[in-house]
């Protein structure tokens, strides 16, 4: 059974590069059928998509935050990480990474437990 | 425009039918784009309900159901129990914006 699982510091400070770590246990991140993707959620508030990773390294990012992410794959340690610039407390979230099946226009599942990221000094 | 609308909540007692509306545009649920519905428990991540429209996932119950039409698609859900109280979110692709699109969520009470 696929899992997936979030890590990274939980506190960032303004203006610093927030960094996530997606590990995948249970099958490949080479799959040639996914991509692999990060969306976060605010406090109280619904979800929003960031970006996804095919694992041949091809990229799409959501056009607002384009200029401060970037998501990376390591398939050596079947892992694939998201950085964020210039972070600022709008940017404070629980961020999940999750499997995106089904093409551009497809599902995420499963997803992992969620990390929450605050962005505070 | 790039959004998709859901009712901020519906509620409903034991046993009753409700629906949830996810409403788009041309660029989006209108261009042909699959819509999915995502289930979210308080304090948990969110879990696939219904994919590709209409599609339940293995465990999912059927009296959870997908439709869409036009520019719009929605959740329904009968036999309602307490165990769905939830918040429940639909998800589409956009082409202006490249990207995956949300919905803003609605939050089912069961009365």
């Known amino acids: 059974q696929l899992q997936l699982q979030e890590s990274g510091p939980g506190l960032v400070k303004p203006s610093e590069t927030l960094s996530l770590t997606c590990t995948v246990s249970?099958?490949?991140?080479?799959?040639?059928?996914?991509?692999w993707g990060w969306i976060r959620q605010p406090p109280g508030k619904g979800l929003e998509w960031i970006g996804r990773?095919?694992?041949?390294?091809?990229?799409y990012y959501k056009p607002s935050l384009k200029s401060r992410v970037t998501i990376f794959v390591d398939t050596s340690k079947n892992q694939f990480s998201l950085k964020l610039t210039s972070v600022t407390a709008a940017d404070t979230a629980v961020y999940y990474c999750?499997?995106?099946?089904?093409?551009?226009?497809?599902?995420?599942?499963?997803w992992g437990q969620g990390t929450q990221v605050t962005v505070s000094s | 425009q790039s959004v998709l609308t859901q009712p901020p909540s519906v509620s409903g007692a034991p046993g009753q039918r409700v629906t949830i509306s996810c409403t788009g545009s041309s660029s989006n649920i209108g261009a042909g784009y699959d819509v999915h519905w995502y289930q979210q428990l308080p304090g948990t991540a969110p879990k696939l309900l219904i994919y590709?429209?209409?599609n339940r996932p293995s465990g999912v119950p059927d009296r959870f159901s997908g439709s869409k039409s036009g520019t719009s698609a929605s959740l329904a859900i009968t036999g309602l129990q307490a165990e769905d109280e939830a918040d429940y979110y639909c998800q589409s692709y956009d082409s202006s914006l490249s990207g995956v699109l949300f919905g803003g969520g609605t939050k089912l009470t069961v009365l």
């Open positions: 990773i095919y694992y041949s390294g091809s990229t």
């Open positions: 999750a499997r995106l099946q089904g093409g551009y226009d497809g599902w995420f599942d499963p």
């Open positions: 590709g429209n209409n």
């Open positions: 249970g099958g490949s991140i080479s799959s040639s059928s996914y991509d």
